[in-house]
């Protein structure tokens, strides 16, 4: 079965840090660029960060640069966000995607849907005092 999953979510203090990995299965994981994405409740999903193939190249959107560090291990088969200094707007579940194309623009980091190949299911982040 192809498919990613997500793991390392829970419930942290303001100021605290994270973990989250994103492992595939069924497939090799160093033929795509890898992203995690975002979606808080009553929001739109947004990109946070993404790894090109070899670990080359990362993207950050503003809301998360210098506090959230994207990298993989491809002979893990696995992609990490390290998530420090966390903050309540950081409260989302999290999402990995298999995908070509993710850049950044204006601050944002940009994908295109029809582009992403596999979607992992989600980990709860909540960061509350």
């Known amino acids: 079965q192809l498919q990613l999953v997500e793991s390392g979510g829970g419930l942290v203090q303001p100021g605290g840090s994270l973990r989250l990995s994103c492992a595939a299965s069924?497939?090799?994981?160093?033929?795509?660029?890898i992203a995690w994405f975002r979606q808080a409740p009553g929001k739109e999903r947004e990109g946070v960060s993404c790894i090109t193939r070899d670990g080359g190249s990362t993207n950050y959107a503003d809301s998360v640069k210098d506090r959230f560090t994207i990298s993989r291990d491809n002979a893990k088969n696995t992609v990490y966000l390290q998530m420090n200094s966390l903050k309540p707007e950081d409260t989302a579940v999290y999402y990995c995607a298999a995908l070509t194309f993710c850049q950044t623009a204006f601050g944002l980091v940009v994908t295109i849907e029809s582009d992403i190949d596999y979607w992992g299911q989600g980990t709860q982040v909540a960061v509350s005092s």
């Open positions: 069924g497939f090799a994981l160093n033929s795509y660029t």
